[in-house]
């Protein structure tokens, strides 16, 4: 695991704002030695897309109502990790470890700083042998975080290290929007030596807005994308294409649509 390094500044796109507003709330500007950490960079080939959605979550079990009237107002967007959404994730690492296609991760993996995408990503580095970086921007795909991540209560820096301590860097300076969040890890990875895949920990939103699919993903399902070539505009970034959609266990999840049936004729049928 690379060292930390308090003093240096994180690489990315600038956000002036943002960083001064988590200056005022406790964080720092934290991330590896400057030899560790490549600057985002558009030239070369990019990498294989890989994403985890996090764990099973609190508030989606028996035990909700209990977590929810011992948490704070501002608190309850960011239900944590149950100890069956560890479990979830762990299984998910050996699938990625053993996949047929020998996903190389290289030094990081990548976080939403969503308490539950915190723990999932802890689980998943401890397997693979890496550090977490967290991006602000890969949880604003969340359906908490409409208004804009930063503005949520999000946990303190020392917090998120309880959760992860796998976590070397916050990546104040990162885009913070999901999809541009996701070009720009891609375009740090693209800057490493030997740079095949990236991985991201993040929610079934922003899997399924990335695949432009709708249908139900399971706990710590994994999305495989490639760099596409389509574009909305000559400007804007290549579009990623869905090649895999599986189960934490590696079984294919990824439904198939079925052709809408014709209305039947009748009184209302237009």
Known sequence: MAAVNTTTTTNGGGNDDVGAALFDAGFTKVTVNDDDVPSPTSDGPRPTLWMVRHGERIDETSAAMQWLESTPQSRMFDPPLTEAGAEQAAAAAKTL?????????????????????????????????????????????????????????????????????QMVAFEIEAPQHFEDACHWVADVRAAEDDAQDVLVVTHREGIRDLALIHQRLPYCAIARFHPGSRRASPEDEPAWELAELTEPNGASCLETRKPKKPKKAGFWAF
């Open 97 to 165: 470890l053993g996949h047929s296609r020998k996903p190389a991760f290289g030094n990081f993996i990548y976080s939403s700083p969503m308490a539950r995408c915190l723990r999932t990503a802890s689980v998943v580095a401890e397997a693979t042998g890496t550090s977490v970086r967290v991006v602000p921007g890969l949880g604003a795909c969340a359906a908490a975080a409409r208004r804009g991540v930063m503005k949520l209560d999000l946990l303190s820096e020392e917090e998120m290290r309880e959760l992860c301590p």
